[in-house]
């Protein structure tokens, strides 16, 4: 009985002493977690256990990552999925070219986290490098890295555009698994692929557009400043250049609906609004409306042309556009590959009269306001 006692009390001990030893640590490096701890519930062991073992030239990013998780994550990672994303990201940053240039600030917040809002956390980021890394390895910058990601990542994981993806929050394993995603799940997808090699990228959408003609997600990314572009949209070489440039000009800066918000794990008084889950009001977002009405130019109307086939879906055909001052114009129009909104547009003089023509069908319109304009391609001659 006396050595039971005593081996109760010499564990006791052990026990208080490893907790004062970890307070201690939190004191001497400003790891201070116990409120996180507390958050984390029956999953603190792993939490702490990560904190303890990481090395210390990782310590600030570790305790950035814990300090600013959702509490559903503090609740299910493990020590060693913790442990394995800090090396990582600290890693594929230091090997980049434009790691250097990356401010802490900037990497804890849009490297260093392993996922953007609800989705379900997958572990991507060592698939992921093994999977892109070499595509970009002799880019000079984070944006050209972008650019050829963006051109060839999507076809590498058969995933390609679709609103009959099984749900619109899909983690990147489950849009490869459906091979099909819409734009969230595409952006959640380019977002973790641009963290893996060492670009810091954000998921950016709104809510409604401000004709109320649906919602959209895309990506920014950092590269002395933010850029912006479509997820599987690629536009060459180039990224800012996109079809909802005009959506987005006509944003409302602070409208919590016309609004354009970007995903971050930073502190913020304002929560994403998921189109998906309205009610949910848990992850952070930062206003960037601003960033993207500088473009708007009101003396030009956009003007959107589809054809449709007889069941009502979009085909890509040949359009001619002809109008005032010799305005003469030749393009493609959009398939059902495209986003629901995405439409070949033209910005239009107000007041003048344009000829919009495709095989079968003919319009002619005074551009007064924005329009939708839909080319049959199976009648001829309807005029507008």
Same mark, same amino acid.
């Given at each position: ?35 996180? %701890? ?29 300090? !600013? ?15 394995? *994303? ?9 090997? =980049? ?13 849009? @490297? ?19 999977? #892109?890394? =070499? ?14 990601? *963006? ?19 899909? =983690? $990147? ?11 969230? &799940? ?16 954000? #998921? ?11 919602? !959209? ?7 002395? &400043? ?25 944003? /409302?800066?602070?409208? $919590? ?12 008084? %304002? !929560? ?7 009610? /949910? ?6 206003? @960037? ?11 030009? @109307? ?13 085909? $890509?055909?040949? @359009? ?12 493609? =129009? ?8 995405? !439409? ?6 107000? &007041? ?29 001659? &309807?005029?507008?």
């Amino acid at each position: 009985m006396e050595m039971m006692v005593g081996y109760i009390m010499k564990d006791k001990n052990m026990k208080l002493y490893t907790v004062g030893f970890f307070l201690l640590f939190c004191f001497l490096f400003g790891g201070d977690i116990r409120e996180e %701890l507390e958050r984390a519930g029956k999953n603190k062991g792993n939490i702490q256990k990560a904190m303890d073992i990481v090395p210390k030239s990782q310590r600030a990013g570790m305790e950035w990552l814990i300090k !600013h998780m959702p509490d559903h994550d503090l609740k299910i990672v493990s020590s060693s999925f913790l442990l394995d *994303n800090c090396e990582l990201a600290y890693n594929v940053v230091k090997k =980049s070219s434009w790691g250097r240039e990356i401010p802490d600030s900037i990497f804890f917040e849009y @490297v260093l986290p392993f996922g953007s809002l609800n989705e379900r956390r997958d572990n991507w980021r060592k698939d992921f490098y093994n999977r #892109f890394y =070499s595509l970009i390895k002799n880019a000079s910058s984070a944006y050209e890295a972008v650019t050829i990601l *963006n051109n060839t990542m999507f076809e590498m994981v058969g995933v390609k555009y679709s609103t009959k993806r099984p749900k619109a929050d899909q =983690s $990147p394993y489950e849009s490869m698994e459906a091979g099909l995603a819409s734009c969230t &799940g595409l952006s959640i997808l380019l977002v973790d692929a641009c963290r893996s090699i060492g670009v810091p990228a954000r #998921f950016v959408g709104t809510p409604m557009w401000y004709n109320n003609t649906g919602n !959209h997600s895309w990506v920014e990314i950092w590269d002395d &400043g933010w850029h912006f572009t479509g997820a599987a949209e690629p536009t060459g070489n180039d990224l800012n250049k996109v079809w909802f440039s005009r959506q987005a000009s006509r944003a /409302v800066e602070g409208h $919590p609906k016309y609004g354009i918000y970007a995903a971050t794990w930073g502190k913020s008084e %304002l !929560h994403f609004p998921m189109d998906w889950l309205p009610d /949910v009001k848990i992850y952070n977002a930062i206003d @960037v409306t601003e960033n993207y009405t500088k473009y708007m130019d009101d003396n030009l @109307v956009p003007i959107q042309i589809r054809a449709i086939d007889s069941n009502g879906n979009r085909k $890509p055909v040949a @359009v001619t556009v002809n109008g005032g001052d010799n305005f003469n114009f030749e393009g493609m =129009s959009k398939s059902e590959a495209c986003d629901i909104n995405d !439409h070949l547009t033209l910005m239009l003089p107000k &007041g003048k009269l344009f000829t919009i023509k495709t095989e079968g069908d003919e319009q002619r319109i005074n551009v007064t306001k924005e329009k939708l304009i839909s080319l049959s391609l199976l009648t001829a001659g &309807g005029l507008d």
